[in-house]
């Protein structure tokens, strides 16, 4: 059995508060939404250890683990900026309090105050491979929940066809909201079958601590069968609704991100292959597979479907 713990160094986030976010407080101290927020950042504070959990070995990641130091600075997060080095800047990101709100076809609608959701699911890890579409790829050990966990507590109505999962929107902190030519907040879909999923998985962890913020803290969505596009980050908010939401990509650029975006290396990019993956860190170029190589468990709710592009 491997359990996780946390390391020793793990520090209340008070104590690591970068300067430039006690600066920036203090800078915007006089802006009024910013004296709203005063005491909750104030209490930014104590982010818990996770609690102990062991690895679930049907998740192996099936290659090297990408070394933590790479999968931490080499990040997508739009909110920040669009270049790979975010990671600095995103420590501003508050991380608590923290309220992820789970409502529309609900039976039992929940706010729920990210510690209680932690203590309250069934917390094991998984090492599992994120592929982007921008044929980059990694492997990493991520601790979370399924999923399905969360669909049993809240329960969705028969209505329910589709999930939004909403990305917070913090503009004191996250300068990419200025670029107004997005659509903002980020706001990405899936299905209520692909929710159902065993392989679908709320991370809050990675590397057996709680979420760095530049890879989604406190609480993301992973569906490692898809372009790493659909797992959305920083999650506030997940709508059940009947109707297919309008996602961040699909709105930005329809024809290059469609909804489904199933990994497939023989369906290219309109501007560049699919066919391999670049693994960051080591470098290494490795082949490409169908549904990220996650077929058995995902292939099948896809079968029949027509008249869909399914990849892409
Ligand atoms: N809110 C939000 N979520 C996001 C993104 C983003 O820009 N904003 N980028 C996505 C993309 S393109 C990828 S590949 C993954 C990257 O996750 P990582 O930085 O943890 O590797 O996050 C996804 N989730
Ligand atoms: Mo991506």
């Known amino acids: ?9 793990a520090l209340p986030e008070s104590a690591v508060t970068p300067r430039e976010f006690v600066l920036n407080r203090r800078a915007l101290m006089g802006a009024p939404a910013l ?9 930014t504070g104590a982010i818990p250890p996770l609690p102990e959990h062991t690895r679930n070995a049907a ?20 909110e920040f900026g669009t270049y790979k080095g975010i990671a600095r800047d995103a420590q501003r990101m508050p991380r608590r309090p923290w309220r992820l709100k789970v409502e529309g076809l609900v039976e039992n609608p929940r706010e729920f105050e990210i510690d209680d959701l932690i203590r309250m699911m069934p917390i094991e890890e998984r090492v599992l491979r994120l592929r982007c579409v921008e044929a980059w790829a990694m492997t990493v050990p991520w601790s979370g929940f399924a999923l399905k966990a969360l669909l049993d507590v809240v329960k969705p109505m028969a209505s329910a066809k589709y999930l939004a999962f909403q990305t917070a929107s913090i503009p004191s902190v996250m300068p990419g909201l200025r670029q107004s030519w997005y659509p903002w907040p980020h706001t990405e879909a899936c299905t209520i079958q692909e929710a159902g999923n065993e392989l679908s998985f709320m991370a809050v962890g990675m590397y057996g601590n709680p979420l760095p913020a530049q890879n989604g803290a406190p609480i993301r ?20 609704q009947e109707q ?3 996602t961040f990509w699909g709105t930005i650029q329809p024809q290059e991100y469609g909804f489904w975006a199933n990994v497939n290396p023989e369906v290219p990019h309109p501007r560049w292959s699919q066919a391999s993956e670049r693994l960051i860190g080591s470098g290494e170029r490795v082949p490409t597979r169908i549904w990220n190589g996650y077929g058995e468990q ?3 709710m896809y079968e029949g479907m027509r008249g869909e592009r399914l990849f892409l």
């Open 35 to 43: 004296l709203a927020a005063g005491p909750a950042l104030a209490q």
């Open 1 to 9: 059995m491997n359990i996780i713990r946390r390391k020793g160094w």
């Open 298 to 300: 995902v292939a099948s």
């Open 59 to 78: 998740f192996d990641g099936g290659r090297a683990i990408t070394a933590e130091r790479e999968a931490t600075n080499y990040n997508n997060f739009y």
């Open 244 to 246: 297919r939401p309008d």
């Open 221 to 240: 969505v992973l569906f490692p069968w898809k372009y790493g596009f659909k797992s959305g980050k920083s999650i506030v908010r997940i709508n059940f």
